[in-house]
């Protein structure tokens, strides 16, 4: 530019000036944008924090995952760290870029298996807690719109929390890839349609870590987890590297909303504790001792009746108002299931019989009367 501007009539160079000023101020805008960009990734990445979860027989080991504020003390998280349960079983979290610690009051949605609803098989694994305390820093529901399922690859960022010197840190990853619909599972077995696949470098408790558009900043998804499959170089290819894939839960702000709306309505199709995934269905070595839900009547009435679904080497234990007890083990196959009715309010605990095992009894289409 400056070889052209010494060969420049003052024509010229009153057109190179304007040119100059054109750039500069194109430059100002782009370092505004980027600013703007930059305090908005602050913000959320302070929306985030650790989330710790205490399901186990022994009360002093935790269930870590990550999970994000969606306003108003609501936070959102993967179903399957709270193990399907709608209880907090003694939850705290841990706010990224503060010293905050907050305390769950109320799971008010929780689910950790894929379901069939009105037809269509869909990955339940979200959760929606309430916290006694929150910062100002929040995902914004303002979007609009539904999840994603239909074939496509969109630019994202993955928001991860690290925990250095005893601090919880919010922090993006690099721009990454989020591809949907349709995913196969390890076995090649076609997923759920709200499933999808990404490649974000996520940190070693992001399960329940939010997913976001790399341009737009909205919420696209929830990072469930990562599976190791084998890859063949060649369809002749006999000897398979591994390779890990990221799973998420495409989520919109509208199924978030809904949910919040509609709190004190769980959808009596979905389970209430148990869950399923080659994602995160591993077993603990720890025995599992949480309660999964007590349950009100409602209409007036004065009972609750459920169905309880066996799983193997867990169980379900039950109390009534009225001091009525049941354990439901069922036998050991898979699949039994059984309908109970008791007095309201119903308590109800779900404990696995052995280590290393994933408690997989459920409970599901609760009606009161």
Same mark, same amino acid.
Request: glycine share 6%; with cysteine; net charge neutral.
């Given at each position: 530019?400056?070889?052209?501007?010494?060969?420049?009539?003052?024509?010229?160079?009153?057109?190179? =000036?304007? %040119?100059?000023?054109?750039?500069?101020?194109?430059?100002?805008?782009?370092?505004?944008?980027?600013?703007?960009?930059? #305090?908005?990734?602050?913000?959320?990445? +302070?929306?985030?924090?650790?989330?710790?979860v205490?399901?186990? @027989? /022994?009360?002093?080991?935790?269930?870590?995952c990550?999970?994000?504020?969606?306003?108003?003390?609501?936070?959102?998280?993967?179903?399957?760290?709270?193990?399907?349960?709608?209880?907090?079983?003694?939850?705290k979290?841990?706010?990224?870029?503060?010293?905050?610690?907050?305390?769950?009051?109320?799971?008010v949605?929780?689910?950790?298996?894929?379901?069939?609803?009105?037809?269509n098989?869909?990955?339940?694994?979200?959760?929606?807690?309430?916290?006694?305390?929150?910062?100002?820093?929040?995902?914004?529901l303002?979007?609009?719109?539904?999840?994603?399922?239909?074939?496509?690859?969109?630019?994202?960022?993955?928001?991860?929390?690290?925990?250095?010197?005893?601090?919880?840190?919010?922090?993006?990853?690099?721009?990454?890839?989020?591809?949907?619909?349709?995913?196969?599972?390890?076995?090649?077995?076609?997923?759920?349609?709200d499933?999808?696949?990404?490649?974000?470098?996520?940190? /070693?408790?992001?399960?329940?870590?939010?997913?976001?558009?790399? =341009?737009?900043?909205?919420?696209?998804?929830?990072?469930?987890?990562?599976?190791?499959?084998?890859?063949? @170089?060649?369809?002749?290819?006999s000897?398979?590297?591994?390779?890990?894939?990221?799973?998420?839960?495409?989520?919109?702000?509208?199924?978030?909303?809904?949910?919040?709306?509609?709190?004190?309505?769980?959808? #009596?199709?979905?389970?209430?504790?148990?869950?399923? +995934? @080659?994602?995160?269905?591993?077993?603990?070595?720890?025995?599992?001792?949480?309660?999964?839900a007590?349950? /009100?009547?409602?209409? #007036?009435?004065?009972?609750?009746?459920? $169905?309880?679904?066996?799983?193997?080497?867990? %169980?379900?234990?039950? $109390?009534?108002a009225?001091?009525?007890?049941?354990?439901?083990?069922?036998?050991?196959?898979?699949?039994? /299931?059984?309908?109970?009715?008791?007095?309201?309010?119903?308590?109800?605990?779900?404990?696995?019989?052995?280590?290393?095992?994933?408690?997989?009894?459920?409970?599901?289409?609760?009606?009161?009367?």
């Open positions: 530019m400056r070889d052209v501007l010494r060969k420049a009539t003052l024509r010229n160079i009153l057109c190179a =000036t304007a %040119l100059f000023a054109t750039a500069e101020a194109s430059a100002a805008s782009r370092r505004r944008n980027a600013s703007d960009t930059s #305090n908005q990734q602050a913000g959320v990445s +302070s929306a985030v924090a650790i989330l710790d205490y399901p186990f @027989e /022994e009360k002093n080991r935790a269930l870590r990550t999970a994000f504020h969606l306003g108003d003390g609501y936070m959102a998280t993967s179903g399957h760290c709270f193990l399907g349960a709608l209880d907090c079983n003694g939850a979290v841990r706010w990224a870029n503060s010293q905050m610690v907050s305390n769950c009051k109320k799971v949605f929780s689910n950790a298996s894929e379901s069939l609803y009105r037809g098989e869909i990955s339940t694994d979200l959760a929606i807690f309430l916290v006694d305390n929150a910062p100002q820093a929040k995902f914004s303002t979007s609009g719109k539904e999840s994603i399922e239909q074939l496509a690859t969109q630019e994202v960022h993955g928001l991860n929390v690290q925990l250095r010197s005893g601090r919880v840190n919010g922090e993006f990853t690099n721009s990454c890839r989020l591809v949907t619909g349709p995913i196969t599972n390890i076995f090649g077995q076609p997923k759920t349609p499933t999808a696949i990404h490649d974000c470098l996520m940190s /070693e408790f992001s399960d329940g870590s939010p997913i976001i558009d790399a =341009t737009t900043k909205a919420l696209l998804a929830i990072h469930q987890g990562s599976s190791v499959i084998p890859a063949f @170089e060649s369809a002749s290819d000897s398979a590297k591994l390779k890990s894939v990221n799973y998420a839960k495409t989520i919109s702000d509208l199924d978030l909303i809904r949910i919040i709306n509609s709190e004190n309505v769980h959808p #009596n199709h979905l389970r209430i504790g148990g869950f399923s +995934s @080659e994602v995160f269905n591993t077993g603990f070595y720890e025995k599992i001792s949480m309660k999964i007590t349950l /009100e009547a409602r209409d #007036n009435s004065e009972t609750i009746s459920f $169905t309880a679904h066996n799983g193997i080497d867990s %169980l379900i234990e039950v $109390t009534g009225d001091g009525g007890k049941m354990v439901f083990s069922g036998p050991r196959r898979a699949g039994f /299931e059984q309908r109970f009715q008791f007095k309201a309010p119903v308590s109800i605990m779900l404990k696995s019989a052995h280590t290393g095992i994933a408690p997989s009894a459920w409970i599901e289409n609760i009606q009161s009367p």
